[in-house]
């Protein structure tokens, strides 16, 4: 009896042993993007973090026409940051592109939340590629303001990829919290 409870036992532990092990596995088998816009670097910290934590390349968006401080003046209704959140079909220019979109199966996407939204040049973004069967994983920084239809606007942009809701997070999220959260799309 003793012999087959430690029997029992030793393919349970081994069992689990595997499951960890594929667990792993699956965590660096994924070619995985972070890339972020960030306008004043509190979303740039946070999107560093992750991607130190989970192994991912870095991306930055990076606007062809920087933004300067009077075009972020959210209470001047015609700063160019309120110009571009008024019109929906606003695509301010990126500087650069992804070396090579393809070889990536999840892409996470950070930036600041804008008027309760992704900023329109996530919307350039999102419509530069092809995300095809592509995990698009959005994540945030805002003063207070949640996700909004972020996620729902950046899957209207691109219809093949699978976009999540996605989270927002604070300045001051830990690299322990986002590897967490992040864990599930790995
Ligand atoms: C034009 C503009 C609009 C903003 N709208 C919101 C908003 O709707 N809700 C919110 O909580 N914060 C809003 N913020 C604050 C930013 O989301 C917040 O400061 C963010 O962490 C900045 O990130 P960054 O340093 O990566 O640019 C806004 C900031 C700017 C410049």
Do not use: C, H
């Amino acid at each position: 009896m003793k012999k087959i409870l430690s029997f029992i036992l030793t393919a349970f532990i081994t069992l689990i042993g595997f499951n960890a092990q594929a667990e792993d596995n699956n965590m660096t088998d994924k070619k995985v993007l972070v890339a972020y816009f960030s306008a004043t670097g509190t979303t740039a910290e946070v999107a560093k973090n992750l991607a130190d934590n989970i192994n991912a390349d870095l991306f930055t968006i990076e606007p062809e026409q920087p933004y300067t401080a009077a075009d972020l003046n959210w209470r001047n209704d015609q700063s160019r940051s309120s110009l571009e959140m008024n019109d929906r079909s606003s695509r301010p220019q990126i500087a650069s592109k992804v070396d090579d979109m393809s070889k990536y199966s999840v892409v996470f996407v950070g930036f600041p939340i804008w008027w309760y939204r992704e900023p329109s040049i996530i919307d350039t973004f999102m419509e530069s590629y092809d995300f095809s069967g592509k995990t698009v994983v959005p994540f945030a920084t805002s003063g207070s303001s949640g996700m909004g239809n972020s996620g729902k606007n950046m899957q209207e942009l691109a219809p093949k990829a699978k976009v999540f809701d996605g989270k927002r997070f604070p300045a001051d999220a830990s690299k322990d919290e986002l590897q967490q959260w992040a864990k599930e799309w790995l």
